[in-house]
């Protein structure tokens, strides 16, 4: 039955209208191949029905070893996988190709997006709140794109947790290529999704429209970084449009990457400050983890930390904004590392760690 469904849904024409009525109609894709013209005049254009009738046995056969060689099966709103509340919605697709594990909807589901290009503090932040997520029974989901959705998904899988992405392009096109390692990762953890055809390429329209699946599948979205035309806020007005909460991280107004999240906090997302919010809002007793207050640091190790953020600071910023000597500097940056409070950049950059200690 894949084979039909893969084959039905690559036909131009055939949008998630006319596969719903088809469906509705004729009962199951096989009997729609197989119907005579006559009774596809009164659904379908003349160019449609040619297109149908010129899908050959061969064709369906060659489609069929596609799907088996790349892992991939093909679902539509008939069968029991597909994502029940999907179902009886004009705004999703009828048909999704996955690879991976079936999808589990009794875990709950968190998005975490954000841009393609994020700042050291994006990256640490998306690590640390998918590491608590994870830990607490969530599954992550994300756009397998560049920068934070790559975090996310890496993240979630060296956790041991279980991630979905959701692909702008069909199966033969995965984007980006360098991800390839990890989409396999993916898939043999968790599920990759795609609602478009094998051979569908990357095109720039296809991401805005992928965004609202990754909505439409989580129970919250969190964006972490995002300028104001990333993508990431387009996945946050479609949680907002279908009554999901919306959770932005804060960041300098300054700074280019948080200027999208901060405009989101000002339109009423929630504010993601503390991590253990999110488990508060579902209802949960999150995993205790050690904070930073629980680790003693001398008056001079405070003092250090607090000449610090979460952007990169040179040796040379530090010492001026310290008024210590180069070597008194240097002893208690060590210190605070062996605390895993600081962490040391290429370059003699040094930044606060986010990621707590165990």
């Known amino acids: 039955m894949d084979e039909y469904r893969a084959a039905l849904w690559s036909i131009k024409g055939i949008g998630p209208k006319c596969y719903t009525k088809l469906l509705q109609t004729f009962g199951s894709p096989p009997a729609i191949f197989e119907a005579p013209v006559k009774e596809l005049k009164g659904i379908l254009s003349e160019k449609i029905i040619e297109s149908i009738k010129s899908v050959t046995p061969e064709k369906i056969y060659q489609i069929r070893n596609q799907l088996n060689s790349i892992n991939v099966r093909v679902i539509d709103f008939t069968c029991d996988e597909y994502p029940k509340h999907f179902k009886h919605s004009e705004i999703y697709p009828p048909v999704l190709f996955l690879r991976g594990r079936n999808l589990n909807f009794h875990r709950k589901i968190i998005a975490v997006v954000g841009t393609r290009t994020p700042s050291w503090y994006g990256i640490e932040v998306t690590k640390k709140l998918v590491k608590e997520l994870v830990r607490n029974g969530f599954t992550i989901i994300s756009g397998g794109a560049r920068g934070i959705d790559t975090v996310a998904h890496k993240s979630a899988l060296e956790e041991g947790g ?197």
């Not at 043999?188 to 720039?204: A, Q, V, Y």
């Not at 995002?226 to 946050?236: D, Y």
């Not at 479609?238 to 200027?259: N, R, T």
């Not at 901060?262 to 205790?288: C, H, R, V, Y």
């Open 162 to 358: 279980t991630t979905i992405a959701i692909m702008g392009c069909g199966f033969n096109f995965l984007y980006p290529p360098e991800n390839k390692e990890l989409f396999n990762k993916i898939a043999e953890n968790g599920t990759l999704i795609s609602e478009f055809s094998l051979d569908t390429k990357p095109l720039r329209e296809n991401f805005p429209k992928r965004n609202r699946i990754i909505a439409g599948l989580s129970d919250a979205v969190v964006v972490v970084e995002a300028g104001e035309k990333s993508g990431a806020l387009i996945t946050a007005r479609w949680a907002a449009e279908l009554g999901k909460d919306v959770y932005a991280v804060p960041g300098s107004i300054l700074s280019p990457f948080s200027s999208g999240t901060n405009k989101l906090i000002s339109q009423g997302a929630k504010i993601l400050t503390n991590f253990q919010d999110i488990f508060e809002d579902f209802g949960l007793l999150p995993a205790k983890f050690k904070t930073f207050k629980e680790i003693k640091i001398t008056p001079e190790q405070n003092q250090v930390l607090k000449a610090l953020n979460e952007e990169p600071l040179h040796i040379d910023q530090i010492l001026n904004k310290t008024g210590l000597n180069i070597h008194e500097l240097l002893s208690l940056l060590f210190e605070l590392e062996l605390k895993n409070l600081v962490k040391e950049l290429p370059g003699k950059f040094y930044v606060k760690n986010l990621t707590s200690p165990e």
